[in-house]
């Protein structure tokens, strides 16, 4: 199914496949599915979320304790693609949603040797029983730990004793051009599916979601939820949507634009999952641009970078701080924005009741302002 959003179309990586064709769940509400609760951290990170004017509302609890991956593991330096491939490929999985309209599937990637999957939220959506099949055939029935809507990421657990475990790396490091590879099931047919490409780009927005990574690597209905990964064998991103087409020249269809949510977004939605079952957003009760050279030239900015506030809600944490629309937020805790780095992917590693300090310009004059983050409304 091809959605249309700002003028492109896109459709969301067939996290379930039904006959051949994908069904999905779409980022319908913010709230996350809470199941379990059993402890475990990956490491640390941050970003999340939107495009255009936005509304905020987003964090994590850092995790205390990284998760230090202890089942099978190939060398830690693969030297080529099919080093890398054969390194990963034993923690890629199938994920088997039996839901209550029918069957489906997606891809997902074993993180930690007690058997956590990452995978895609709207591959597990609407599930009443899961499964995984491994890369050698096997198969283990899956428990939903817990599901985030907002960052299209979900956590399930497989029963039983894992074939491997992925490393998650630090999607900082990497660049435009730089090679990766997907690894999933397209279709539900076709397990550990290899395919490789570059990164297109860095922060890509998309719909409603923020910081993603484009890829030019073939990613097919059936890959949502598999990882995209670097050559060091290790995790930098986990495959979503993919645009197939271009609503404002229909005569050139889009071709080669996969998109990843990167490790510095689903670390922390994972480690809250893992650890409580559901994810806390902080939340200021704004609306905003990010501002880049373009806008800044169409509304004559003084600045090339920030957060263009064009709205503040009435008794929220942003009101009782003293924002104004207009004003411009050009850091947060000394951090600068940037096209790298937005408002909301900075916000992510905050949490509900933080005070942070904002770098406020307004009328020409620059000053910071304390705010106390509140908690995201269910309703937002």
Do not use: C, K
Not at 104 to 110: D, N, Q
């Amino acid at each position: 199914m091809l959605l249309v959003v700002g003028g492109i179309g896109f459709t969301l990586l067939a996290g379930i496949v039904v006959g051949g064709v994908f069904a999905y769940g779409w980022l319908a509400t913010p709230a996350a599915t809470p199941v379990a609760a059993p402890v475990t951290t990956l490491e640390a990170a941050t970003p999340l979320i939107a495009t255009g004017e936005q509304q905020d509302g987003l964090d994590v609890v850092p995790p205390t304790q990284p998760q230090q991956p202890a089942a099978p593991q190939a060398q830690a330096q693969p030297n080529g693609l099919a080093d890398v491939v054969e390194q990963v490929a034993p923690a890629v999985v199938t994920v088997i949603n039996r839901g209550s309209s029918g069957g489906g599937s997606g891809s997902g990637v074993v993180v930690s040797v007690e058997g956590f999957i990452i995978t895609n939220h709207h591959v597990v959506e609407g599930a009443n029983q899961l499964a995984v099949i491994y890369a050698d055939g096997s198969r283990a029935e899956a428990q939903l730990i817990g599901s985030d809507p907002l960052a299209d990421i979900a956590v399930i657990r497989a029963s039983g004793a894992v074939p491997a475990v992925a490393r998650i790396g630090n999607i900082q490091s990497m660049r435009p051009g730089d090679t990766v590879i997907a690894i999933g099931s397209p279709l539900g047919n076709f397990r550990n599916t290899v395919t490789a490409g570059i990164i297109s780009a860095l922060n890509r927005s998309v719909g409603q979601m923020e910081g993603l990574i484009q890829t030019d690597a073939a990613i097919n209905s059936g890959n949502s939820g598999g990882p995209l990964l670097n050559m060091q064998g290790e995790v930098i991103g986990i495959n979503t949507l993919v645009v197939r087409g271009d609503n404002i020249n229909s005569a050139a269809p889009a071709e080669g634009l996969g998109f990843a949510v990167p490790t510095n977004v689903f670390q922390p939605v994972v480690n809250q999952l893992i650890a409580t079952g559901s994810v806390s957003y902080p939340y200021m009760g704004i609306s905003y641009l990010m501002i880049d050279g373009q806008i800044a030239a169409e509304q004559n900015l003084p600045v090339q970078q920030g957060a263009l506030i064009t709205d503040v809600l009435a008794q929220t944490p942003a009101a009782a701080a003293g924002i104004q629309p207009n004003d411009i937020i050009v850091a947060a805790n000394g951090v600068n924005f940037s096209q790298y780095n937005s408002l909301r992917l900075e916000l992510i590693q905050y949490a509900p009741g933080d005070q942070i300090t904002l770098t406020v310009l307004r009328d020409g004059r620059t000053f910071e302002l304390p705010i106390t983050l509140g908690a995201r409304p269910v309703s937002s």
